[in-house]
């Protein structure tokens, strides 16, 4: 059974930081590309960062470039977000998903792409 679960979510002050894990089972993950993408009330889903099976190449949204950090850990089966100088308009419900991405370096951005979902993490900044 094909599982990811987000954690690390929680209420923090606007310019604080937190991080984010994404643990995953019941697939080759090492496989995979890693993405998180994040949903505001009332927003549609966007992409937020991703890197690929290897860990060697990332994508960030430009909203996020500098701030936040993607990394996966595949011996532990885990992808992580580092999120610094967080902003009011950060604060969403953070999701993490995983899917075969080869070929053209754009196809990360797109959430069709991505074949595993988690359940997701709330992130509330406050101003």
């Known amino acids: 059974q094909v599982q990811l679960v987000e954690s690390g979510g929680g209420l923090v002050q606007a310019g604080g930081s937190l991080r984010l894990s994404c643990a995953a089972s019941?697939?080759?993950?090492?496989?995979?590309?890693m993405g998180w993408f994040r949903q505001a009330p009332g927003k549609e889903r966007e992409f937020v960062a991703a890197?690929?099976?290897?860990?060697?190449?990332?994508y960030y949204a430009d909203s996020v470039k500098g701030r936040f950090t993607i990394s996966r850990d595949n011996a532990k089966k885990t992808m992580y977000l580092h999120m610094n100088s967080l902003k009011p308009e950060d604060t969403a419900v953070y999701y993490c998903?995983?899917?075969?991405?080869?070929?053209?370096?754009?196809?990360?951005?797109?959430?069709?792409?991505?074949?595993?979902w988690g359940q997701g993490t709330q992130v509330t900044v406050s101003s």
């Open positions: 890197v690929s099976w290897s860990g060697g190449d990332t």
């Open positions: 998903a995983a899917g075969i991405i080869q070929g053209y370096s754009g196809s990360y951005y797109y959430p069709f792409k991505y074949t595993y």
């Open positions: 019941g697939f080759t993950f090492s496989s995979y590309a």
